[in-house]
């Protein structure tokens, strides 16, 4: 009698394998995607975490009150500070060497000519000085000279000086008198015999060092 064999065969051993540079990309694949959704994980819970650090922020924020207005005081500030300088640039403007425009006199006085007295007003106080307004009354304009001397002449040699003097402006004669004319002459100023007299003129403005 025959043996007959009952048992399914095996066709396994008749399936091929897959090539190896495709399983190869199969499984590339698959690293990428998982590489590529972990990535896509990690940043969309970096931005959360961004989001929610903008949101306390503006919370924070929305808290703190608004800052209160200028006042007018401070806008008024510019303008003051402006009004400040130009003053100040005015005052130094017209200020006045004193010890320069003194020296300057001293050196043109005549040797035959003695001063008695010597006023002096700065440019700026002059037109609004009570007391230049009262001199100004009696001829003054801001320098007046008054001093002894033997002539006429001298009178005139130093008002001539006195016009190129660098500080001093507008001189003129206000009065020369003899102390022998008239009752009581020159009001005991000078020496009997000699003449009195009076020069006038104005400090010029800015005149300093």
Not at 23 to 39: D, E, P, Q, R, W
Not at 68 to 76: E, F, I, N, R
Request: charged content about 15%; overall charge positive; glycine content about 10%.
């Amino acid at each position: 009698m025959r043996a007959v064999n009952l048992l399914p065969r095996d066709d396994a051993s008749g399936k091929k394998a897959l090539p190896l540079p495709v399983l190869a990309g199969c499984v590339g694949t698959v690293l990428v995607s998982a590489l590529i959704a972990v990535m896509f994980l990690s940043a969309s819970a970096g931005v959360a975490s961004k989001r929610r650090a903008l949101a306390q922020v503006q919370a924070q924020l929305a808290v703190i009150p608004a800052p209160a207005p200028p006042s007018p005081v401070v806008k008024q500030l510019p303008k003051e500070r402006q009004t400040r300088v130009t003053a100040l640039a005015t005052a130094l403007g017209q200020r006045v060497a004193w010890d320069r425009l003194l020296r300057e006199v001293s050196q043109v006085v005549p040797s035959d000519v003695w001063l008695v007295t010597l006023n002096a007003l700065a440019p700026s106080l002059a037109p609004v000085s009570t007391a230049a307004a009262a001199t100004a009354s009696s001829g003054a304009q801001g320098f007046e000279v008054t001093g002894c001397t033997y002539s006429q002449d001298s009178v005139a040699r130093f008002l001539a000086r006195l016009t190129v003097v660098p500080d001093l402006t507008g001189m003129t004669l206000g009065k020369s008198a003899s102390t022998d004319a008239g009752a009581g002459g020159g009001g005991g100023v000078c020496p009997a015999g000699m003449f009195t007299f009076t020069l006038q003129g104005s400090v010029k403005s800015g005149s300093a060092s």
